[in-house]
Every structure is written in structure tokens, then in C-alpha cells.
């Protein structure tokens, strides 16, 4: 089976920088995505880990630990309209499979 | 077309009507994913295609749900009898390349089809 465990929310003051941490347990890992997802859209791509280390674009990295089921996204100066729901997904031998989200406030 | 497109975006029936909800995804893309999205959930795979074949269908929640995609390039999501515990977000997906073990596939999601049950 598969399980994903992501905190519920988390609150971060604009400019600063958040990292949301995603444990999860699958049986045939084959990668692990960071989707974002704004209030009434559809998710959006953010990242993709297959391999141990840490993943940077821009404002956001992602960092991979295999051995330890381990993810978790670093956003830095952080902005107003990161506030979204953050989702990690891991594709097991098929299908993609993803936790139920980090809802992200973003405050002045 | 730009993006994933599904119609209709908003869909309310009475229980026990059937429902089809369409999904017309990026072009050229040859794989095609169906979710299911409850508010403050993830998105609940429920089956995906490549080209026309059916991969995995093992995310349906019963035979009342069905989906097809004939020719390898729109697909529909059936429900028959519906209740009112099928009412959510229904969202398509769709990526470049085949789905399956090892690949990396980012799934770029349509803006889905909030259905209603009533």
C-alpha cells in the first residue's frame, strides 16, 4: 500500500523562507512530485525527485532521502501569492499517488 | 489545445442519473490520468490510459464508474446510477509520455468538473 503524511498547515511571514516536510511509504518508489495547488484551481508542477539530494529552481528546492521515506520542499522569500495547498506525490508501479496536502498562509 | 479542457465545468443530477464528463487533454500528449478530489483532499487516482488502452483501472470505486478513450485523444468518465457520495471534483490529467514503472511523467491537470449530486 501506499501512505503519504504531510502536516495539515503551516503559517510563514512574507520574505521569509518555509520548508514542508512529506514522509511517505510505498512499495516500488519510481519518483516523488511537489504540485502547488491555489484555492479553487486545478495542481500546478513544482518538482521532481527520483534520486537522493536536493532539487533547486528558483525559489523552491525539494530535497529526496530514499532510505529514510523522506521529502520536503524549501520555499524562500516567500511572497503573497504562495499561499496555496502544497501536495507531495509519490508514483508507485503505475499510478501517482498523493498525500491530502500542506494548506500554506502566507502573512505580511 | 493550450491545456487540459473538461466540460462540463459544473454538473448537478439527480441520484440515480447517469453522468458523463469529458476530457480533452493537452495535444499530443498520450497518456490521460481520471482523479477524484474532495475539498481539502489530494486527488484520488482512479484510472488512467495510454493512447486508447486502459492501463490501470484499479482507482475505480465500483462498476458504476467507467471511462474510456476510443481513439486515443479525448476520453469520458461514466457514472451510472450516481449517489450523492460521488459528488466531487472530478479532474483529468495528461502527460507526454507512456505512464508506467521509471517514468517520470508530470501530469499537467485540467481546471476539472465539480459534480453535484443531489
Known amino acids: 500500500g501506499q501512505n503519504i503524511d504531510q502536516p495539515t498547515e503551516m503559517t510563514a511571514t512574507e520574505g521569509a523562507i518555509v520548508q514542508i516536510n512529506c514522509t511517505y511509504q510505498?512499495?516500488?518508489?519510481?519518483?516523488l512530485f511537489w504540485y502547488q495547488q491555489h484555492a479553487g484551481e486545478a495542481p500546478t508542477f513544482l518538482s521532481y525527485?527520483?534520486?537522493?539530494g536536493l532539487e533547486e529552481k528558483g525559489r523552491f528546492s525539494s530535497f529526496l532521502s530514499r532510505s529514510k521515506g523522506y521529502s520536503y520542499l524549501l520555499l524562500k522569500e516567500l511572497q503573497m501569492k504562495d499561499s496555496a495547498s502544497y501536495l507531495c506525490a509519490v508514483t508507485g508501479a503505475n499510478n501517482l499517488f498523493f498525500g491530502t496536502g500542506t494548506r500554506l498562509t502566507v502573512i505580511p | 489545445g493550450a491545456g487540459v479542457s473538461q466540460s462540463p465545468r459544473y454538473k448537478v443530477t439527480k441520484r440515480g442519473q447517469d453522468v458523463a464528463l469529458r476530457c480533452d487533454p493537452i495535444?499530443?500528449?498520450?497518456?490521460l490520468y481520471w482523479y477524484r478530489q474532495a475539498l481539502g483532499q489530494g486527488p484520488e487516482f482512479l484510472t488512467y490510459f495510454n493512447y486508447e488502452a486502459q492501463q490501470d483501472k484499479s482507482g475505480l470505486p465500483n462498476d458504476r464508474f467507467s471511462a474510456e478513450r476510443p481513439e486515443g485523444s479525448i476520453s469520458t468518465l461514466t457514472i451510472q446510477r450516481t449517489e450523492q457520495r460521488d459528488s466531487a471534483m472530478y479532474r483529468c490529467?495528461?502527460?507526454?509520455?507512456?505512464?508506467?514503472?521509471?517514468?517520470?511523467?508530470?501530469?499537467?491537470f485540467g481546471a476539472g468538473t465539480r459534480l453535484s449530486v443531489l
Open positions: 495535444s499530443g500528449h498520450v497518456s
Open positions: 490529467a495528461s502527460s507526454t509520455g507512456l505512464a508506467g514503472p521509471g517514468a517520470k511523467n508530470i501530469q499537467y
Open positions: 525527485n527520483v534520486l537522493d
Open positions: 510505498t512499495s516500488g518508489f519510481n519518483g
